[in-house]
């Protein structure tokens, strides 16, 4: 068909409209890219699927595409051997989760018996729900920021010895800051991190006086943020657990992306 009869139809009116009602990025873009029938057949085919989603529809209720979003770019990085983020990771978890929603709608009836067949029964039993990758993917990542401590054992273990660390020294500033606080040292009686090294806020006056390492200065020139000599090592302790938390999490990352590369297929 050509421009004219599109424009005389008013038929891109009609795409807008579908547009403005789609439940995803992509289907808005699947939305604009459509064409009228270019043969009776192919129009009465579509003519009889809308009728079955009507039915559909007032049967079991509108069906949401809500987490549907574009992962073109995330699977052209796997095929080159790239490791996915925690966000894109969570974007075909996200998807995955949307396919089970739509595939159980599409071929359970309103009492959990199987839906009645149809002309859209074929794209239902088309999807496929990839289960075992979904709940890994669930398991592991708890947000963009977070994976969580049973994603691996390596990373439950070193998340256990930064607890450790982190108790460790926090008893010891406990300590440095009761004393520094009795003797007036301290221009705040609380502990504070400056470039991840747990320091203390001592009064600029005072700060010849304190063995320890001076990471920075209030804006006023009156404080002296100083880590005490007594917990550098522990504090140096606890950067090297905290690279290799970010090592275990890489390993994490690099694991469920391979395992999207190996079973994900569906997704392509």
Known sequence: MNERAIRVLEFDKIREMLIHYAG???GRIRAGELMPAATLEEADLLQMQAEDATKRIDRKGSLSFGGIGDIGESLVRLEHGGCLTAPELLRIGAILNATQRVKQYGTTGTRGEDAPQDT??????????????????????????????????GLRSVRRKIKAANDKIHERMAS???????????????????DGRYCLPYKSEYKNQVAGMIHDQSATGSTSFIEPMEVVKLNNELRELAIAEQEEIQKVLAGLSELVAQTGTGLR
Do not use: K, V
């Open 120 to 153: 859209l029964t074929e794209r239902f039993d088309l999807l496929e729900t990839l289960p075992e990758l979904c709940r890994e993917i669930n398991r592991c990542i708890l947000s963009e920021e977070e994976i969580a401590d049973d994603a691996s054992a």
């Open 24 to 26: 995803s990025t992509l």
């Open 176 to 194: 440095i800051l009761a004393q520094a606080s009795q003797q007036g040292l301290l221009q705040d009686a609380l502990i504070t991190q400056r």
